[in-house]
Nanobody, 118 residues
Framework: VQLQASGGGLVQPGGSLRLSCVAS????????MGWYRQAPGKERELVAS???????NYADSVKGRFTISRDNAKNTVYLQMNSLKPEDTAVYFC?????????????WGQGTLVTVSS
């Protein structure tokens, strides 16, 4: 599985951005897709995830501001980020969890930088 993320950039506080991540390769095996982020000096943390069936999970810090969605036909996951705050500044990584039998693997995209600053 290969992941290609896009959509990062510089935005002012209160603004919006939309991240996209397209999966290719053995996409039939992907169960959950999600977004993680890593700020300077901090550990990578889960932002949001979505199962193939559409069940979602969000970090408390982004609930009500971010929305994750998924287009299974296009093998694409999106992260709509509204009301952005400076503390949302981080490199955002797309993740896909593949399950084939008992074999579970996590795949990562290259990361896209989101900077929230005035």
């Amino acid at each position: 599985v290969q992941l290609q993320a896009s959509g990062g950039g510089l935005v002012q506080p209160g603004g919006s951005l939309r991240l996209s991540c397209v999966a290719s390769g053995s996409t039939f095996s992907i169960r959950t897709m999600g977004w993680y982020r890593q700020a300077p000096g901090k550990e990578r943390e889960l932002v949001a995830s979505i199962t193939r069936g559409g069940s979602t999970n969000y970090a408390d810090s982004v609930k009500g501001r971010f929305t994750i969605s998924r287009d299974n036909a296009k093998n694409t996951v999106y992260l709509q980020m509204n009301s952005l705050k400076p503390e949302d500044t981080a490199v955002y990584f797309c993740n896909a969890r593949s399950v084939i039998g008992i074999d579970v693997n996590d795949y990562w995209g290259q990361g896209t930088l989101v900077t929230v600053s005035s």
